[in-house]
């Protein structure tokens, strides 16, 4: 196929005819320069979701309903290259969606037997793809890139990667911070779909000032700017996807076909007789300013919003807890409880502090041996203050031996320079 080679100038990939495919790789026969040799292809973690995993998501529970499934049929219906070429072509997208053999594979797999996962995805793209398209829209960034929290999270907004990449977009904890993602002990923003959609679509544009290609950007996007420049250098100075691909990592190499899928079964889905799981429009929701310490309990128990609830729209705060007093941050409820909590916010901060708030401000240290007291501190000590009549031939340094206190600490609690003394003298010595 001429339209293969005119992608693939490098060399041309072809997949066995029964492609093994287990739960994390994906088999691929690669001929290259007169030889074929074979390797394996990491799947994007997105595809080894199962569809339980998705579905205990609160969103999916309470606003997927499953009795109304359409019931999408178990046979995916085969199409030739050309009907693939031909479809990929009529998009309207700004991104190149070439077709070769590699792109056919994921597109059978998410056709195939990942269906049930991409009709819960067409599902719940409607409670984040707007998000996704303001942001990408602000930036002026392809719109075909909202689908790539698909590749990244199968819009599971609780996605952690074997790296430790987060929330919709998997952003690592460090390029988070860079674009502006607060990350510590009590909170995560990497899991709020509005600002790590606001963050991606920035990194996205930095990358793409970069690269000045979109494939490259994704790519650059799964594995770091700093694999593709190797990548690129290894290549003899290429700058396109399929030409650097023998250079990539095992998962980038699979990423842009993944995409590309991704993008062809959101599209195409009813020729493959995959029908989208019934949604819900969720209620309404806002957000209010809190500027004190607030725990999901409190909140939950005079505003009566279900605490499942909460945590689903304030995914952010990792313990349930909003640390208002360093500053100032936001809770999103359901519209009909905003009045509520603004109304009885003084209460609500009150309700059950002491319980939930356990971290205490100050504490005195506990001293049950009192030869160390007398030892360990010049401070007077809780015992009271015993007076001493100096004898004849004694010395601060025997005193001190005596009551097991220091000479410097007899010296301060008295006034004292110099260790000379006269007899008769009295001395304060605290316990």
């Known amino acids: 196929m001429k339209k293969l080679v005119n992608y693939c100038p490098i060399f041309l990939m072809f997949m066995f005819a029964s492609t093994k495919v287990d739960a994390q790789t994906v088999d691929v026969l690669i001929h290259e320069n007169g030889e074929t040799r074979q390797e394996s292809i990491d799947l994007p973690k997105s595809m080894t979701y199962p569809l339980d995993s998705l579905l205990s998501d609160w969103k999916a529970k309470n606003y997927i309903d499953l009795n109304k499934d359409c019931s999408t049929a178990e046979i995916n219906p085969q199409f030739s290259d050309s009907v693939y070429i031909d479809r990929l072509s009529r998009m309207q997208t700004v991104m190149e969606m070439p077709y070769n053999d590699i792109v056919r594979k994921f597109i059978d797999m998410y056709a195939g037997r990942l269906r049930n996962q991409v009709a819960f995805m067409l599902s719940a793209s409607n409670f984040y793809m707007p998000i996704f398209e303001e942001a990408l829209d602000a930036y002026n960034i392809p719109m075909e890139l909202k689908y790539l929290p698909i590749i990244e999270s199968a819009l599971n907004p609780s996605a952690v990667s074997r790296a430790g990449a987060s929330g919709l977009w998997q952003f690592m904890i460090g390029t988070g911070k860079i674009y502006g993602l607060e990350s510590n002990s009590l909170i995560d923003e990497r899991r709020d779909p509005i600002k790590a959609s606001w963050a991606a679509a920035r990194y996205l544009k930095d990358l793409y000032n970069i690269y000045h290609d979109w494939n490259l950007v994704i790519a650059a996007y799964n594995c770091g700017p700093g694999n593709i420049n190797k990548a690129i250098r290894r290549s003899g100075g290429e700058t396109d996807y399929w030409s650097i691909y023998n250079y990539l990592p095992r998962e980038t190499r699979g990423y ?151 000479v410097k600490d007899i010296q301060k609690w008295n006034g004292l320079r110099g260790t000379n003394i006269a007899a008769g003298k009295r001395l304060k010595i605290y316990k």
């Open 256 to 406: 842009v076909p993944a995409f590309i899928a991704a993008n062809y079964v959101m599209t195409y889905y009813c020729d493959h007789n995959i029908c989208p799981m019934e949604t819900n429009i969720p209620a309404n929701t806002d957000t209010v300013q809190v500027n004190k310490n607030l725990h999901f309990e409190q909140i939950a128990d005079l505003c009566h919003v279900p605490l499942e609830e909460i945590r689903s729209l304030n995914p952010q705060y990792k313990k349930e807890i909003i640390p208002g007093e360093s500053q100032p941050y936001t809770l999103r409820l359901p519209l009909n409880s905003v009045s509520t909590f603004i109304d009885r916010q003084d209460t609500i901060y009150a309700h059950r502090a002491d319980e939930l708030f356990k971290n205490r401000r100050m504490v005195s240290v506990k001293d049950d041996n009192p030869r160390a007291s007398k030892r360990g501190s010049a401070s007077h000590g809780s015992g009271g203050v015993t007076y001493h009549k100096i004898r004849k031939g004694e010395n601060l340094g025997s005193i001190a031996a005596k009551y097991r206190v220091r």
